[in-house]
């Protein structure tokens, strides 16, 4: 299967700062990517959907000036999380869907455990 | 509104069977996933179907019936290992994937 690099794969910052995670697919086109929330012991929970070139479409209670994403290439999406708070630690996780892979299966990232303090 | 049920938590003996149910109402249909998922890491894919039957691989099998909007996983000759969270997604017609709550397997010796 295709390869999703997300990066880092942890980090600890301090409140009210910004902490920015890298979604790379490796060796595909991604033309659509999904950034996930999830909790601890708690199912996925889709933030927003972003598509190369154009605004990412952001589920409905998350807020797009805390959670920016940018997904200006095909192969690289970020989404940085501003004003960090504690209510923020989470584990976020990637996927990317595209290129010879069409648009069924996506691929995930390692995921990124954020924790704020 | 969209709902994928499965069950929370489930109890197997290693060197078992063990099916994991999930059922769906969704708007519209585009395939079903199963992914496997570790504490702490991310979802691995483990199967996809879009039509009904069953889809065999290795000791893992996947069914669908769309009638009825149900589909199971199936895990044979249970490893320790295998105690993970299952997550069952349906893909809607918008392409957009929708996942139930998971499924936490725990093996016992």
């Known amino acids: 299967g295709a390869v999703v690099s997300q990066h880092p794969s942890w980090v600890i910052c301090k409140s009210g700062t910004s902490v920015k995670i890298e979604c790379r697919s490796l060796d595909f086109q991604a033309t659509t990517m999904f950034w996930y929330r999830q909790f601890p012991k708690q199912s996925l929970m889709l933030m927003a959907t972003s598509n190369e070139g154009s605004k990412a479409t952001y589920e409905q209670g998350v807020e797009k000036d805390k959670f920016l994403i940018n997904h200006a290439s095909l192969t690289l999406s970020t989404l940085t999380v501003t004003s960090a708070h504690p209510e923020d630690s989470s584990f976020y996780i990637c996927?990317?869907?595209?290129?010879?892979?069409?648009?069924?299966?996506?691929?995930f990232g390692q995921g990124t455990r954020l924790t704020v303090v | 509104g969209q709902n994928i049920d499965q069950p929370t938590e489930m109890t197997a003996t290693e060197g078992a069977i063990v099916q994991i149910n999930c059922t769906y109402q969704t708007s519209g249909f585009n395939g079903l996933f199963w992914y496997q998922q570790h504490a702490g890491e991310a979802p691995t894919f483990l199967s996809y179907?879009?039509l009904d039957g069953l889809e065999e691989k290795g000791r893992f099998s996947s069914f669908l019936s769309r009638s009825k909007g149900y589909s199971y996983l199936l895990l044979k000759e249970l490893q320790m290992k295998d105690s993970a969270s299952y997550l069952c997604a349906v893909m809607d017609s918008n392409y957009q994937l929708i996942w139930g709550a998971g499924t936490k397997l725990i093996i016992k010796p």
């Open positions: 996927s990317a869907r595209g290129g010879s892979y069409g648009d069924t299966e996506a691929f």
């Open positions: 179907n879009v």
